[in-house]
Antibody, heavy 120, light 106 residues
Framework: QVQLVQSGGEVKKPGASVKVSCKAS????????LHWVRQAPGQGPEWMGI????????SYAQKFQGRVTMTRDTSTSTVYMELTRLRSDDTAVYYC?????????????WGQGTLVTVSS | DIQMTQSPSSLSASVGDRVTLTCRAG??????LNWYQQKPGKAPNLLIY???SLQSGVPSRFSGSGSGTHFTLIISSLQPEDSATYYC?????????FGQGTKVEI
């Protein structure tokens, strides 16, 4: 069965960086794109960007350009999302989500989420 | 960015009721509209994609319709396990955007 297992919660100070991992299993890793979506407390989800699990190409939401980097390791079927220059409003649950193989922008499987707390 | 607006923000209904949730897009998105269910502390779960296609494993009491800028999610007979927040999301173009959600209470 398809599983996306994320790394554990993080507490960071403003200005620091965080790197969250997402390990995929139960399907051919390189056949599907993966996205990162975050959700601040009490808010709707917010799309951050996408990574091509095969070639490694990325596309980021303009809001996060210059602060976010998404990478992948095909040997371990893992994708990573690093966010730098953290601010208090980056406090959120960060999810990886697999894109449906047939149609872009549909998220058919999600990780369990990683809470990132930014606080001084 | 395409703004997605959901209404109502919350509702309370009884088991067996027919419930209608609405989502409006700020720009025409044809049928590139998806619905997710989220329970507290859990990740969103895909219910409906392409406005009206039921995701595998989702009960048939859920249905979706609409095109352009106006979309609806209908729960034909509300069940206790349907208590959750429902989000619409446009997949017409990036950045993909979500609504602010409708919280359904039983």
């Amino acid at each position: 069965q398809v599983q996306l297992v994320q790394s554990g919660g993080e507490v960071k100070k403003p200005g620091a960086s965080v790197k969250v991992s997402c390990k995929a299993s139960g399907y051919t890793f390189t056949s599907y794109y993966l996205h990162w979506v975050r959700q601040a407390p009490g808010q709707g989800p917010e799309w951050m960007g996408i990574i091509n699990s095969s070639g490694g190409g990325t596309s980021y939401a303009q809001k996060f350009q210059g602060r976010v980097t998404m990478t992948r390791d095909t040997s371990t079927s893992t994708v990573y999302m690093e966010l730098t220059r953290l601010r208090s409003d980056d406090t959120a649950v960060y999810y990886c989500a697999r894109e449906d193989g047939a149609v872009a922008g549909i998220f058919d499987f999600w990780g369990q989420g990683t809470l990132v707390t930014v606080s001084s | 960015d395409i703004q997605m607006t959901q209404s109502p923000s919350s509702l309370s209904a009884s088991v067996g009721d027919r419930v209608t949730l609405t989502c409006r897009a700020g720009h025409p998105i044809t049928t590139h509209l998806n619905w997710y269910q989220q329970k507290p502390g859990k990740a969103p779960n895909l219910l409906i994609y392409a406005a009206s296609s039921l995701q595998s494993g989702v009960p048939s009491r859920f249905s979706g319709s609409g095109s352009g800028t106006h979309f609806t999610l209908i729960i034909s007979s509300l069940q206790p396990e349907d208590s959750a927040t429902y989000y619409c999301q446009q997949s017409y173009n990036t950045p993909y955007t979500f609504g602010q959600g409708t919280k359904v209470e039983i």
